[in-house]
Nanobody, 117 residues
Framework: QVHLVESGGGLVQAGGSLRLSCAAS????????MGWYRQAPGKQRELVAA???????NYADAMKGRFTISRDNAKNTVYLQMNSLKPEDTAVYYC???????????WGQGTQVTVSS
């Protein structure tokens, strides 16, 4: 079992920054990659960014250049640095952990990010 705990959400003005963290515990040796998704009200959950243990990254086009995913393997923690935030970035942000087959092992509980205009 993998357990994920997110932190770092909050309220920020447009143009501001936030840093989200997601700490994994449990069977962390099974984790190949970790990622961030978000879900705005009335919309489907969408990929924000993902990163493998080896450092390969994948970003949604809308986040490239503004968001940066990073990972501390020793701490089993993944981070999402979000800059130049826009009101449309308002959503609940979730992290997940997946294995080498792409199977999602766990989701975090989500953290609310609200960007005011």
């Amino acid at each position: 079992q993998v357990h994920l705990v997110e932190s770092g959400g909050g309220l920020v003005q447009a143009g501001g920054s936030l840093r989200l963290s997601c700490a994994a515990s449990g069977s962390t040796s099974s984790i190949y990659g970790m990622g961030w998704y978000r879900q705005a009200p009335g919309k489907q959950r969408e990929l924000v960014a993902a990163m493998t243990r080896g450092g390969n990254t994948n970003y949604a086009d809308a986040m490239k250049g503004r968001f940066t995913i990073s990972r501390d393997n020793a701490k089993n923690t993944v981070y999402l640095q979000m800059n130049s935030l826009k009101p449309e970035d308002t959503a609940v942000y979730y992290c997940n952990a997946y294995d080498s087959a792409g199977f999602v092992r766990a989701w975090g509980q989500g953290t609310q990010v609200t960007v005011s205009s």
